[in-house]
């Protein structure tokens, strides 16, 4: 199989980052190729200062993300959830490179709204860590960073899309910790 890592945190020095780490080890253990992305470290404009309206050329970072969802067979999205959602980087991304011609295609001429998928074929996981209880994330607060990725990959045509969290990371011992970075370092070879 072939996984493509989208590390959504900004900073290497991170819990998440060690969870990304691990996952991606399992994954290249179970003998997945891999690519990873790490959106901190990518040069873009965030912005699509024209919606769909215009045609804003790719930053050659935003060029080379393209190439490699399209490479991945399994593509796994690891962040943090901030404000109930996954920090403003990782929507960038999805917004300047998920754009109609790549990811999906809106049929002209339709009497309602249709589109093809562009992206069928291909499965994802979304994994994320958080301070609150995921129990409370998903039941409470309604789970909608899930709910927007899961979406958004379903518009794609990518299905089906699991999800793993890891939380409440600020109130984990040491122990459970460790705990969850065997776990992620066994789902990366699941995949």
Same mark, same amino acid.
């Given at each position: ?21 691990? !996952? ?22 965030? /912005? ?30 690891? !962040? ?13 991304? *999805?917004?300047? /490179? ?13 009497? *309602? /709204? ?11 996981? *979304? ?9 409370? !994330? ?19 045509? /990518? ?5 793993? !969290?890891?939380?409440? *990371? ?22």
């Amino acid at each position: 199989m072939k996984q493509l890592m989208i590390f959504g945190h900004p900073s290497r020095e991170s819990f998440c980052n060690a969870l990304a780490d691990e !996952y991606c080890a399992g994954a290249i253990e179970s003998g997945s190729e891999l690519r990873r992305i790490d959106l901190g470290e990518l040069s873009f404009d965030p /912005v699509l200062h024209q919606g769909y309206a215009g045609n804003q050329p790719l930053e050659p970072d935003l060029a080379m993300a393209r190439e490699s969802i399209l490479w991945a067979d399994h593509l796994v999205f690891l !962040y943090p959830t901030w404000w109930a959602a996954p920090p403003a980087l990782m929507k960038a991304f *999805v917004e300047r /490179v998920f754009l109609p011609g790549f990811a999906f295609q809106y049929k002209k001429g339709a009497k *309602v /709204v249709s589109w093809d998928k562009l992206l069928c074929n291909r499965s994802a996981r *979304v994994i994320s860590t958080m301070d609150s209880p995921p129990l409370y !994330y998903r039941m409470v607060a309604g789970d909608p960073g899930y709910k927007m990725m899961k979406d958004i990959m379903h518009f794609c045509g /990518v299905r089906p899309v699991a999800r793993s !969290y890891f939380g409440s *990371v600020k109130m984990s011992a040491p122990e459970k910790r460790r705990k969850w970075l065997r776990e992620i370092r066994r789902l990366g070879g699941l995949a």
